[in-house]
């Protein structure tokens, strides 16, 4: 069976720093394209970042500089480091193959001062 | 990449069909194979319902079907039940390995 499932959330200040973590179970990350997406308190979906099965990485202009994506195969986990947390990154975050097949059931990040 | 353009919300009573719309900018929906629907009910993980313009996922009833013309993707509920009632999005995969989702769109039965 497969299962994603995201930790990490959590309350932060603006300018702060923030891992997120997906563990993957039912198939091996490092073999599949895996997306962030993120949605804001009431807001539609929103793509975040991208890691390819060769390691490039892509993202969304509004995280790019600021938020980085890796995978760990060991421990068959993606990750989201987040910094420079501003109030406009307050969302659920989900993990998600690229194909939109698996889905994990969110953490919550909120960042206020 | 701008996001898809959907009408916010679309109705329809218990049995009726419904399809909501994906525009994207300059008609580029249509240079695209890799339009996916998702349904999200509150408080839960979208789930994919379309793939690939007209393909769906083990488990996903006939009642959703996918389409595309020149200008817009579709996605038609037909025999529309209460359970239907969530949001949906739309979603294409770009050719510089970037996910761009519609606005979202609130279906509600009647």
């Known amino acids: 069976e497969v299962q994603l499932v995201e930790t990490g959330g959590g309350v932060m200040h603006p300018g702060g720093s923030l891992r997120l973590s997906c563990v993957v179970s039912g198939f091996t990350v490092n073999t599949n394209y895996m997306n962030w997406v993120r949605q804001a308190p009431g807001k539609g979906l929103e793509w975040v970042s991208m890691i390819h099965r060769d390691g490039n990485t892509y993202y969304a202009d509004s995280v790019k500089g600021r938020f980085v994506v890796s995978r760990d195969q060991n421990s068959n986990t993606l990750f989201l480091q987040m910094s420079s947390l501003r109030a406009e990154d307050t969302a659920v975050y989900y993990c998600?193959?690229?194909?939109?097949?698996?889905w994990g059931q969110g953490t919550l990040v909120t960042v206020s001062s | 990449q701008s996001a898809l353009t959907q009408p916010a919300s679309v109705s329809g009573s218990p049995g009726q069909s419904i399809t909501i719309s994906c525009a994207g900018a300059?008609?580029?929906?249509?240079?695209?194979?890799?339009v996916s629907w998702y349904q999200q009910h509150p408080d839960k993980a979208p789930k994919l319902m379309v793939y690939?313009?007209?393909k769906r996922p083990s488990g996903v009833s006939s009642r959703f079907s996918g389409s595309k013309s020149v200008n817009a993707a579709s996605l038609t509920i037909s025999g529309l039940q209460t359970d239907d009632e969530a949001d949906y999005y739309c979603s294409v995969f770009t050719d510089n390995y970037i996910t761009v989702f519609g606005s979202g769109t609130k279906v509600t039965v009647l």
């Open positions: 998600s193959t690229t194909t939109g097949e698996f």
């Open positions: 300059s008609g580029d929906i249509y240079n695209y194979d890799s």
């Open positions: 690939d313009v007209t």
